[in-house]
């Protein structure tokens, strides 16, 4: 089952620049590999985007977010993947993460919520809660602060494939 | 037990100002990480009185956990002590962090984030303006005649990964990238229009490979020890803490690289006819700077800066700039451009009397018509140093 949340730009427009992928169980062995990942990923797009420093830094925060994300709320066996391309000024980056029902439904309904007016209220809330962090709250923080624009899709019943179009140039204006 | 991370960061408390600082990366997996950090921050803000600064210029990058943590803190701090004010100092040059920050505003006013900028440099304003361009470009076109051939001198070559720093409008950067086709050049400033319009001329001459980025020279956020070749080009001269800028300039060389910097010493202009006027007019020139604590005799106190930030074999030069270098109104248009700059505007905001003015004046406009005489002579003085990092 397919489940757009959204109407992001033509697949075909997206040029593939880089991937990453190894199986989850090597990826959530390490919490460095969010900051690491992020932090190469993000100077290899930012090269010639018109502040590649100012880009880079954006682009790693976003990143780190989701693959925080990932780290913390994924489930069972199989492959991980982040897939960052581009189509102008957007980058989009897809993680295929291994995900039972459970985990899925996190995804599919984060993704609702991030498409509705009140976002911006549950970010701030999370970010102000007393006690454990919302898991919710790096995708609220790229919807609010960074404009993303989210959508999920299960491609089987062991999968769910998070998008996130990052328009960083524009957001930092 | 969450696994210690990798996040790289330093905290640190000055009494004196009530300053807490965060430098570097927090991305902590748990909140335990933070211990130490937390213990100081509300230790800190137990003692204070009034304003409590939080310093993020230089943190980087920051995830929700630790945010949370920081965030927790002040909060509590200002919602328990009403008397208290928080001030969160953002760096614009960073992306994240004052919109991120500013959230803290919204849940206690008392907590403010005021985003760190070019304020801090405020004479600079004066060189900035977009009248200003075409005469900074004639002024790189002629010490570019000099610097061509001296830069080797300084280890300048072809393949070097570069960065000019407090690069200006660029125009020096694309006659390095065009005559020694570097690896890599970055192109630093913190003039947003001054980098726009590099990033137009680049583009109007097709050239892709330099990477103009907005940075404050002083704080940037390159990495460390990322290039062979650094230059920064008559901007010592107008930072009042040089040495600050300096420092940042050995960090991102790499061990056995070169700092390359150029100032002027600007009461040796000279002239003839009319030498003695020229020479008042550039003696008051250099002290006017100085009102506004910028230091335009800068130049030959290079090789002290280079020696105490830590480099060696220094080597230093001189050259001159004159009407003899190609079309005599090239130095001509430059000498009326730093009239109405200097005379014009910056006399003018200092209060001096019109009298002083019309004297001030006259020592460029003798200075010009010195380049344009027939007999004439007319110089601009500026001094070359480079200094290796120790490998």
């Given at each position: 089952m397919t489940l757009a949340v959204h109407e992001a730009a033509a697949k075909a427009e997206f040029r593939p620049m880089l991937e990453v992928e190894m199986d989850i169980g090597v990826f959530v062995s390490n919490w460095t590999h969010c900051d690491r990942i992020s932090s190469y990923l993000a100077r290899m797009v930012s090269h010639n985007r018109t502040d590649s420093l100012l880009y880079s830094n954006l682009f790693s925060s976003a990143l780190n977010e989701l693959l925080e994300t990932v780290f913390r709320s994924h489930a069972g066996e199989g492959r991980f993947r982040c897939h960052v391309s581009r189509a102008g000024s957007v980058d989009r980056v897809e993680l295929t993460i291994p995900a039972d029902d459970d985990r899925a439904a996190f995804y599919v309904e984060t993704v609702r919520e991030l498409h509705r007016p009140t976002v911006s209220d549950r970010y701030r809330k999370a970010l102000f809660a007393q006690g454990p962090l919302d898991l919710r709250i790096g995708l609220y923080e790229l919807a609010v602060d960074y404009g993303a624009v989210f959508s999920v899709e299960q491609p089987d019943s062991a999968t769910v494939r998070l998008t996130a179009d990052l328009a960083l140039e524009d957001s930092e204006q | 037990m969450a696994k210690p991370s990798q996040s790289s960061f330093v905290v640190k408390y000055d009494d004196n100002n009530q300053e807490f600082s965060i430098i570097g990366s927090m991305r902590p997996q748990d909140v335990s990480e933070l211990e130490a950090c937390t213990k100081l921050l509300e230790t800190s803000l137990a003692g204070v009185r009034g304003t409590f600064y939080v310093n993020v210029?230089?943190?980087?990058r920051l995830n929700n956990i630790a945010f949370h943590v920081l965030a927790g803190s002040l909060v509590r701090a200002c919602s328990e002590r009403p008397d208290l004010r928080v001030a969160v100092i953002t760096s614009s040059v960073v992306g994240w962090s004052t919109r991120k920050f500013g959230a803290l505003n919204k849940v206690n006013p008392n907590i403010v984030v005021e985003e760190y900028d070019s304020e801090f440099y405020p004479g600079q304003s004066f060189l900035e303006e977009g009248e200003f361009i075409p005469i900074l470009r004639t002024q790189t076109k002629m010490t570019w005649r000099h610097e061509r051939n001296i830069l080797p001198r300084h280890g300048m070559r072809e393949g070097l990964t570069i960065a000019d720093i407090c690069c200006g409008i660029g125009d020096f950067a694309v006659l390095v990238y065009k005559e020694f086709k570097p690896a890599r050049l970055v192109a630093l400033d913190h003039s947003r229009s001054s980098l726009g319009y590099a990033r137009k001329v680049a583009a109007d001459f097709g050239i892709q490979g330099i990477e103009y980025i907005y940075g404050d020279a002083a704080e940037m956020l390159l990495e460390d020890e990322q290039f062979d070749f650094v230059t920064c080009r008559h901007a010592l001269q107008i930072f009042n803490k040089p040495d600050l800028i300096l420092k940042e300039l050995f960090r991102i060389c790499k061990p056995g690289g070169r700092v390359y910097v150029t100032n002027e010493k600007i009461s040796q202009c000279l002239g003839e006819p009319r030498g003695e006027s020229i020479q008042w007019t550039y003696d008051e020139l250099s002290k006017l700077f100085a009102h506004f604590d910028m230091d335009l005799e800068f130049g030959p106190k290079s090789r002290k800066f280079m020696v105490e930030a830590g480099f060696d074999d220094v080597r230093m030069e001189s050259f001159m700039v004159t009407n003899l270098d190609g079309d005599p109104q090239d130095f001509a248009d430059i000498v009326k451009s730093w009239e109405e700059l200097f005379a014009g505007g910056m006399s003018q905001q200092r209060g001096d009397s019109a009298e002083f003015v019309e004297k001030f004046r006259r020592g460029f406009q003798d200075h010009l018509f010195a380049a344009l005489h027939p007999k004439g002579y007319a110089g601009w003085p500026v001094w070359v140093a480079s200094g290796r990092k120790p490998a």
């Open positions: - | 210029k230089r943190l980087v």
